[in-house]
Structures are given as structure tokens and as C-alpha cells.
């Protein structure tokens, strides 16, 4: 799905032209930087705001594509702002993929104003609204967190496949296998987390973070979410919140809550020391993966391996028996 250009503020408008016009690369051809067009054997070159969607890329596209993800570990999608050199990269791309959904709040300017001249593409656009849980905060958008459950990100994966296939139409038997067999990989981890997070005692099934991106993990495997911040970490987390909080975890003895690696702990620490205050002792249950993967390279920095760390680590945390190292064997046991 391409997007259509918006009206911004001419000076906004002004700026993000002078911008790209600095990169040199204003008035390139979509193929890519040389004087005619990308040859077919070349890999296509595609850009992708987060590490999910790249990975997505990366899983359909195999070697037929050349993927670099903009936001690597522990960056928070919602106040990244794009640098020059990404300007540059997404300038020579022959694709760029965003999540749309108000994820990437701080840079949507400026890919309306790109896809002007590039092939730009709002993956989570193209999902189904029916599928999608609503935003308190903001009317008429989303809560973009769709990779928190396999079953929805599968849908983002054949967005994703559709994105390459318009890109490079000769390819798309080489996307479809890859796309199948990965959808294959996605089945057999909504399979391991329904396992093992049913072994979750009800009375657990509460899960604490530091902000409200749980919410389809939540709805898809039966746990009551409860984030310190709202759908966007820019959402400020209030005395009140977090004395209403606290007061929860001391009601209904919630002995675990969990940090997240791409947003600071301090409020999820408060909400420990408030209730320790009240005589109820409440541990970090764990790190989670929330808006970013893990290490580049690693297990955890794949989005299966994401999903594997963050299902094995509430459920061992909430008190289900889970194996050591994950529905695999590849955990690196970081954080359970």
C-alpha cells in the first residue's frame, strides 16, 4: 500500500525538502543510484524503520534482498527521529518499510513527504482493523504493537511478502516459499506459547510493565495488562497511576512485574519500593522485549527469538514450568 502525501506546514514541508535535497539524491531514479536500472540479479535494497519488520524482511526476502533496520536494540520507536545518514539510506533504497499504526510518531512527516519520490510502504496499514485493539489517547488510530502476538504478526509478514512482490514481481515464487515456511516457524511459536503460558496459575495471569505494549499478547493468551505508561512511552506516567498501581499489587499479592529493555526502568522500581512501603515484596520478573529486539546477531535478535524470550520469561516468572532455554533450546537464559 503506497501513501498518499498529507498537507503539512510549509515550513515543515520546507525543511524535510532541504533535507533530502542534501543528501544529493532528490531526483535519483527509484532503481537505485546508478544511471539506469537496478539489475534483476542484484539483491533489492530495502529499508526498514524497526528490527521486526526487517526481520520480516530478511525471512521472506532471504538473498534476494539487502535489509537494514534504522532502530537497532533498545531504541524506543516512539521518539526516534530519523538522522542524516538514514535520510541517506532511505533516499538510496529501492524500498522502505514502516510500521505506520502511530508508531513511528516523531518520523511520519517525513516518510509522507518521502514517499513522494520513493517506494514507501506503512506495512501495518494494510492490516484489518478488526484485528486491532483501539487508542484511549489518540481518535480514529491503533494500538501499533502488533508484534506482540504471533497470529497478528502473521498478517504483517504477508504485508510485507505483498511489498516485495510489487517490488520485484520475478521474485515472487522465492517470496512465497520463503513466507510460507516461515508462517510455519510463527505456528509452531503460537503453539509453544499457548503451552506453556496456560500453565500459568488464573490468580497470576497479571502481567505489569512499564508501558501498555502487552496488550494483543494479552487478549491472545489471557492475561490482564497492566502498563505504568499508556500505548506510547511519551505518555507520562503520573503519581497517581502508580499509587493506583501499587495499591493493585498489594490487593492481589502480584509478586512479579517486569522491565522492559527499551524503556527506562524507574517507574516500574517505584512501583516495587511503594509496595515494599506497604509490606508486600514484589521482584522484577524479568526482562522483556518490548519495542526493540535483542542483540544483533543473537537468537533474541530475531523476531521468533523475541517472542521465544518474552513468552518463556512471564510464564517462568508467573509460575509455569517452562524448558530452560526456550521452545528451541537457543535462549540465551538472559533475563529469565
Known amino acids: 500500500m503506497r501513501l498518499q502525501l498529507n498537507s503539512p506546514m510549509m515550513a515543515r514541508r520546507m525543511m524535510l525538502a532541504a533535507m533530502l535535497a542534501l543528501t544529493g539524491l532528490i531526483a535519483l531514479p527509484i532503481g537505485g543510484l546508478g544511471a539506469g536500472p537496478a539489475r534483476a540479479e542484484a ?50 533504497a529501492d524500498l522502505v518499510l514502516w510500521h505506520g499504526l502511530y508508531l513511528e510518531a516523531q518520523m511520519e512527516e517525513f516518510f509522507h513527504d518521502l514517499a513522494r519520490k520513493r517506494t514507501v510502504v506503512a506495512v501495518a496499514d494494510g492490516l484489518d482493523k478488526g484485528k ?46 520463503n513466507a510460507t515456511a516461515h508462517l510455519a516457524e510463527l ?10 503460558l496456560a500453565q500459568v496459575p488464573e490468580e497470576n495471569r497479571v502481567l505489569v510493565t512499564a508501558h501498555d505494549a502487552f496488550g494483543y499478547f494479552g487478549r491472545d493468551f489471557g492475561f490482564e495488562v497492566l502498563g505504568i505508561q499508556g500505548i506510547s512511552t511519551q505518555s507520562e506516567a503520573g503519581l497517581n497511576r502508580i ?42 520478573g524479568g526482562e522483556l522485549f518490548s519495542d526493540a529486539m535483542g542483540a544483533d546477531g543473537s537468537y533474541e535478535g ?35
Request: net charge negative.
Open 132 to 177: 486491532l485493539r483501539g487508542h484511549d489517547t489518540y481518535a480514529d488510530k491503533f494500538d501499533p504493537h502488533v508484534w506482540m502476538t504471533p497470529a497478528l504478526w502473521k498478517d504483517m509478514v504477508a504485508e510485507v511478502q505483498a511489498a516485495l512482490t510489487e517490488a520485484r514481481p520475478e521474485q515472487a515464487d522465492l517470496f512465497a516459499a
Open 43 to 92: 539483491p533489492l535494497k530495502v529499508v526498514a524503520t524497526t528490527g521486526m519488520i526487517a526481520d520480516a524482511a530478511r525471512q521472506v526476502g532471504g538473498d534476494a534482498v539487502e535489509v537494514r533496520a534504522l532502530m537497532g536494540p533498545g531504541v524506543d520507536p516512539h521518539a526516534y527521529r530519523q538522522t542524516r545518514s538514514d535520510i541517506v539510506a532511505m533516499t538510496r
Open 187 to 196: 505456528d509452531q511459536l503460537i503453539t509453544y506459547g499457548t503451552e506453556i
Open 243 to 284: 499509587g493506583e498501581l501499587v495499591d493493585l499489587l498489594v490487593e492481589r499479592g502480584v509478586s512479579a512485574v517486569f522491565v522492559e529493555s527499551s524503556v527506562s526502568d524507574r517507574s516500574v522500581r517505584a512501583l516495587i519500593e511503594g509496595a515494599a512501603a506497604q509490606g508486600h515484596e514484589v521482584r522484577i
Open 302 to 336: 530475531t523476531y521468533v527469538g523475541m517472542l521465544d524470550h518474552n513468552m518463556t520469561t512471564i510464564a517462568a516468572a508467573l509460575g509455569a514450568k517452562v524448558p530452560p532455554k526456550g521452545m528451541s533450546g537457543r535462549l540465551s537464559g538472559a533475563g529469565l
